[in-house]
């Protein structure tokens, strides 16, 4: 195992100068772990560089170890509530540490840090290769000026009365109803976390979660559906001052005092019947 840690005080702060010395010292080092400082101008550049050199990255790590052969980093989760441990495959394997913990994840993994080799003029002008069009990369569902709050939960992915999931089905009824209404899609983190969910539902990612770990929308009015209504979940519509949610559990969160109204009943079918009224 062959870990490279480079010190980075070279750095010049510019994002072109800088990913390209520091993806050609993380190919040229031909190591497995590569180390660096989270400076400014590091996390600035790190990311790009290690997508050039083919490697992958982990950020704000806080400790590492080795064991034998594998590197072992922790890293704080859920706004530091949460200490991970975790190992990668990948190589090249780029980490960045926190600054102050430099030294001693160098010490402890047997790393000397050098400085960052030079790497040759680089252009640092942008050069426009031409316009595509912004509807490329698909619609985009979060919309802050939009009047009402669509909230999508994990229920959407659940078995339903029929023992059976109906993925389509959901994502049929979500869309059309965002179209329709020109709402705002939120999400649970249940929902963006499952794999399913990644597959299925690709007009969502984790940038529409809402809640404590997510974002806290400022719509005036919310519509949740197939979602409990917990409290990490319902910090995140603390400026949503018009709540609605359709529920199958009439002891679901949003029942207790969460929400204005509650519709204890199918979203399937009632999403199926609003999406019919507004003629998607
Ligand atoms: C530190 C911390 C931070 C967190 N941060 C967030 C955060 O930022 N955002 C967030 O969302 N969560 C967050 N969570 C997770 C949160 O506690 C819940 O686990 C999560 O919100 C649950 O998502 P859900 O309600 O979609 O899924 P579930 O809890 O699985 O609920 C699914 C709901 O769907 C309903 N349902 C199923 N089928 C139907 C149907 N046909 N019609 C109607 N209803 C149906 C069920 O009755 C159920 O109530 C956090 C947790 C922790 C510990």
Redesign the pocket.
Known sequence: MLVKAYNCGTLSGTYAKDAAALANAVKASGADVVLLPGTSAVRRSAAGAAMRAGAEIDTNIVDASLEGDAVTVQKWA??Q?ILTSFTRAAKPWVIVTDPSLFGEICAKLGASAEAVPPCGDVETRTVQNGLEAASGGGESTIKPDAELLFVA????T?K?ADGAVHLDEAAAAITGFISKSGASLG?????VDMPEAAEKFTFMSHMN??????ATPRHKKGLS?????????VV?WRFISERRA????AN?GWAQGKADVLYV????EVMKKVNALLGA
């Open positions: 859920y706004r509530r939960g994990a229920g959407w659940k339903q999400s649970s983190k249940s929902l979660q809402v809640g404590q770990t997510g559906t197939c979602c409990h209504g917990e409290e990490p979940h995140g359709v529920n199958l559990d679901c009943g199918d979203a399937f």
